[in-house]
């Protein structure tokens, strides 16, 4: 049974930072990529990041590389999207997904109920 649960999210100042997390099932953790996107207002769903099983291998988009890491750990069952140098449009909210692969192209199968990031001063 797939269940993802993210956490993490909050209001911060331009320039701030947070880290998101998700609590991942072991199932999901074992059959799927896990990756973040973003949906804001008015805007396209926006895929930002994956990371696969072990060994782990990562995808970060163009768009926020630089700015935005992914990680997991096992043991904690969770999978943390780290983002620094927070800008008002970073706004949106987050969710974890499922995929069968890392990459923009390869859709999302189940996700969370997402974790709300609004930056303004």
């Known amino acids: 049974q797939v269940q993802l649960v993210e956490s993490g999210g909050g209001l911060v100042q331009p320039g701030g930072s947070l880290k998101l997390s998700c609590s991942v099932s072991t199932f999901a953790l074992d059959y799927y990529a896990i990756g973040w996107f973003r949906q804001a207002p008015g805007k396209e769903r926006e895929s930002l990041s994956c990371?696969?099983?072990?060994?782990?291998?990562?995808w970060v988009a163009d768009s926020v590389k630089g700015r935005f890491a992914i990680s997991r750990s096992n043991a904690r069952k969770t999978v943390s999207l780290q983002i620094n140098n927070l800008k008002p449009d970073d706004t949106a909210v987050y969710h974890c997904?499922?995929?069968?692969?890392?990459?923009?192209?390869?859709?999302?199968?189940?996700w969370g109920q997402g974790t709300q990031v609004t930056v303004q001063s």
């Open positions: 990371i696969t099983g072990s060994p782990a291998t990562t």
């Open positions: 997904a499922t995929q069968n692969a890392c990459g923009a192209h390869f859709p999302f199968l189940s």
